[in-house]
């Protein structure tokens, strides 16, 4: 008897420590939509023209738009995506991420699908990062890509309010 009092009582306890239904949250998240990723790849595109690749990535870093440029070599489609994950991830233009990792936090260069490039830019709702863009391939290097990447998002700034 003394036993099943014993195992009533774990189980009671068990229960109690379980979070009730009442205390479960759905989580309210902005994302990029592929209206938005289409518009700001095809005005970074635009800007940047013909050679260059864009990519846009979502709030979890997975490729919502892919935009493969004319005249573009086969190695951008992967550094677009890579430099829209890097700023994705770390919430910052990849840019400024691969200066500040040059001496600190090196150890996060080896994540996979990071890459110490500029050309990517977060897309930002306030403080929320809801997602990125990356270009490779632009005439003007890394700047001109990162100039593109804003002229993109700058094309559906009314829709980050």
Known sequence: ?????????????????????????????????LRMALTIAQTASQ?????TSVAVVDRAGRLRVFLQGDNANPHNIELAR????????????????????ETVNQGQRML???IPLGGGMPINIG???????????????????EACAKAGIAK???QLK
């Not at 036993?3 to 774990?10: D, K, M, V, Y």
């Not at 800007?47 to 050679?51: I, M, P, W």
């Open 1 to 33: 008897m003394t036993f099943r009092l014993g195992a009533i009582a774990a189980g009671a306890a068990v229960i109690l420590s379980v979070p009730n239904s009442a205390a479960a949250q759905v989580l309210n998240q902005r994302d990029v939509s």
């Open 47 to 51: 800007e940047c023209g013909a050679q």
């Open 82 to 101: 890579r430099k829209a994950y890097t700023a994705r991830t770390f919430r910052q233009p990849s840019s400024a991420w691969a200066k500040r990792t």
């Open 112 to 114: 996979a699908d990071v």
């Open 127 to 145: 403080e929320e990062t809801i997602g990125a863009v990356g270009l490779s391939g632009a005439p003007g290097g890394q700047e001109q890509e």
């Open 156 to 158: 559906v700034a009314d």
